[in-house]
């Protein structure tokens, strides 16, 4: 048995580096467009420093349709966006913008959340020193928030890592394609159990990771 599991040691290597390109841009997305989107749906609520109800309406309606959104129907409807953004529907790389899109709304309602966990007066007193718009996200909220800002995106990570296992639709490779094509569709559960068992592992190396990053973090 163990030899069926690893006589496609090659392959399932190639695999693993396809979910780590997968997984690594998501997050990369997440962190660059999903932390600014996520502090701006804070400071637009209703009772906050900068209460915009029609932003609000809109920025909370778009995020709340992507994370609805069955994902690889979302993958499918996205074969348009994804040509014209990449050049092709098919591929690692073209997998990650559907990817992306969501891996940018999830992770903008987790940072929102860890933004209201803070004392309204950590706000109230960064103002009263003089910080500016930028002092105040930076130097205080996100200083404030950061164990949970990592608890989040480490949350969003190991959603993202099953969100690839399903990209093999447009042949965008991963773990979990692997799984299918070489274990599942061959009639090899060996071979199958050996990559969920790399996707537990691969989970659990992120969940540690992660844990131990936002208790250092964790000022409290």
Do not use: H
Request: net charge positive; charged share 15%.
């Amino acid at each position: 048995m163990l030899e069926n599991a690893f006589k496609y040691q090659e392959q399932m290597w190639q695999s693993i580096g396809e979910t780590f390109v997968m997984v690594g841009i998501s997050v990369g997305a997440a962190v660059l467009l999903g932390l600014p989107l996520g502090t701006l749906l804070y400071f637009c609520r209703k009772g906050q420093l900068y209460e915009n109800k029609k932003l609000s309406l809109v920025l909370n309606t778009l995020v709340n349709i992507v994370r609805s959104f069955p994902f690889l129907l979302l993958v499918v409807a996205m074969i348009p966006v994804t040509r014209l953004i990449v050049g092709t529907a098919i591929g690692t790389i073209a997998a990650t913008v559907p990817l992306s899109i969501v891996a940018i709304a999830y992770y903008s309602r987790l940072v929102e959340q860890a933004l209201l966990e803070i004392p309204r007066g950590t706000t109230e007193a960064a103002l009263s020193m003089g910080a500016s718009r930028l002092g105040l996200i930076f130097k205080f909220l996100y200083v404030e928030a950061r164990s949970g800002l990592v608890l989040g995106l480490t949350t969003s990570t190991i959603s993202f890592i099953s969100f690839s296992t399903v990209m093999g639709v447009v042949g965008g490779g991963g773990v979990g394609d692997f799984a299918i094509r070489y274990g599942y569709q061959r009639y090899e559960t060996e071979v199958m159990a050996y990559a969920i068992v790399v996707m537990i592992v691969l989970v659990q190396i992120v969940q540690f990771s992660g844990s131990t990053i936002a208790r250092l973090l964790d000022k409290k």
